[in-house]
């Protein structure tokens, strides 16, 4: 097969191209029995549900352009072999994280995996209001196990710069996210858009040299820094939740680059599900404890991480970074904890900054959430907004200066009083 055997699938198709495929039929029963349908509501994919007799499964198909956007926009259909391999590191380095893969295709670009049900997209649930056992704990550990193993302090120096080169593939990936969210919400870029209310807060952030300077110097690091595997995209809209359990899906932004950058895109989509939450409100204050709850999962986040990665860090160093034969083999195990110590500073540093630019672009760029996209009122929409780019603001040009999670939300619940119009 060539690219040129590529054609993508529809519910329709689906059953005739697929209907050999023993991860399918044997899973599902025979494909006469099968239906069929289309539920992506992603920027790039298409995703099909499909359910037959005995069970059901996911078929997941790159499309050979920007789904958002259209056919004037191309990206290559390869991002499936990234994300697949993804996948299957993530399942290895944290069990039962992500879905389970059935098959990888990688001429139609596409991966069959299971159908995680009754759960739902966590940033609707978050919108909904519904809170999810477990959250924190379980998003935090996923950030510790997938980020130290998948960096040199953990892994055998050659499959760490094996990985590096694989995924150093991704490029188109890669360069929607180095535009997209370092550059591209601190200038009229074209296709950028917000809330009519917000143009001058927008005007103010864009004249902000500091900020400017700020966001490249994240940018920087962002392509510069291979220091372990990210998942890439790490939002709300990346984890799949029931009231129980929590999974995370769709790593197709998968590249080498700083550890704080997962952390910090998922604290950033926290947070802004807290700024939105004022305009999900049926009646005043009715979202007061849920608001308290986001809180406290971010900090749990954090917490879990940050205690994960230490445990990792004593028990499973086994990489070429910081080894024990230069610390607690020389007797030396209070040093180790101090460049332990000094590691997740850095990364605190990092994902605080890494979160401000996040804010940023989910509300000035081309990708916006539906946090705040599903709040009907646009004043309502643009005071919140306000406030959570303000408080992005902050955190990049501050992050030096913020020590702890207790800083950031009291910065966040300070706000949320605040107009920032
Ligand atoms: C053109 S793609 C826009 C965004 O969608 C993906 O989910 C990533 O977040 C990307 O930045
Ligand atoms: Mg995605």
Redesign the pocket.
Do not use: E, Q
């Given at each position: 097969m060539t690219t040129q055997d590529y054609a993508a699938l529809t519910p329709e198709t689906l059953p005739r191209r697929l209907g050999a495929l023993p991860a399918l039929v044997e899973r599902l029963g025979p494909a006469d029995g099968w239906t069929v349908r289309e539920v992506g509501d992603?920027?790039?994919n298409l995703v099909f549900i499909v359910e037959g007799a005995r069970a059901s499964a996911v078929v997941k198909q790159a499309l050979p352009y920007?789904r958002?956007?259209g056919d004037s926009?191309p990206l290559p259909l390869k991002r499936s072999f990234f994300e697949y391999n993804a996948l299957v590191r993530h399942e290895a380095r944290d069990p039962g994280s992500v879905p389970a893969i059935y098959h990888f295709d990688e001429t139609q670009a596409l991966i069959v995996m299971e159908y995680l049900s009754p759960h739902i997209i966590l940033r609707q649930a978050l919108i909904n209001g519904q809170r999810v056992a477990g959250l924190g704990r379980r998003l935090g550990e996923f950030c510790a196990r997938t980020l130290f193993r998948g960096s040199d302090l953990s892994l055998p120096t050659a499959q760490k710069k094996a990985d590096v080169a694989l995924f150093s593939g991704n490029v188109e990936i890669c360069d929607?996210?180095e535009n997209?969210?370092f550059s591209d919400p601190y200038f009229a870029a074209k296709m950028n858009h917000h809330t009519p209310g917000l143009d001058g807060i927008v005007a103010r952030l864009r004249a902000d040299l500091s900020l400017k300077v700020a966001a490249q110097h994240l940018k920087l690091a962002f392509t510069s820094r291979a220091e372990t595997m990210l998942h890439g995209?790490l939002?709300t809209?990346s984890v799949m939740v029931t009231d129980t359990e929590s999974r995370v899906i769709d790593p197709e932004?998968v590249t080498y680059g700083p550890f704080g950058f997962d952390t910090g895109m998922l604290i950033a989509n926290f947070l802004m599900a807290w700024f939105s939450q004022n305009g999900h409100e049926q009646t005043q204050g009715d979202r007061a404890g849920f608001k308290d709850w986001l809180l406290s999962v971010t900090q749990e986040i954090w917490e879990v991480f940050a205690a994960e990665f230490a445990r990792l860090w004593r028990t499973e160093r086994t990489g070429i970074l910081y080894q024990a034969t230069l610390y607690e083999d020389q007797g030396h195990a209070l040093a180790s904890e101090q460049a332990l110590s000094d590691l997740l500073g850095q990364i605190w540093r990092d994902s605080l900054g890494f979160c401000g630019v996040e804010m940023h672009r989910r509300i000035l760029g081309?990708?916006h959430n539906a946090d705040f996209e599903s709040i009907a009122d646009e004043g309502i929409r643009a005071g919140c907004e306000a406030r959570a780019l303000a408080m992005g603001r902050q955190l990049m040009l501050g992050a030096g200066a913020i020590h702890g999670m207790d800083a950031v939300l009291a910065m966040a619940r300070r706000m949320d009083g605040e107009d920032h119009l």
């Open positions: 992603g920027n790039l920007v958002l956007v926009w929607i996210t997209l969210v995209d939002h809209g932004f081309l990708a």
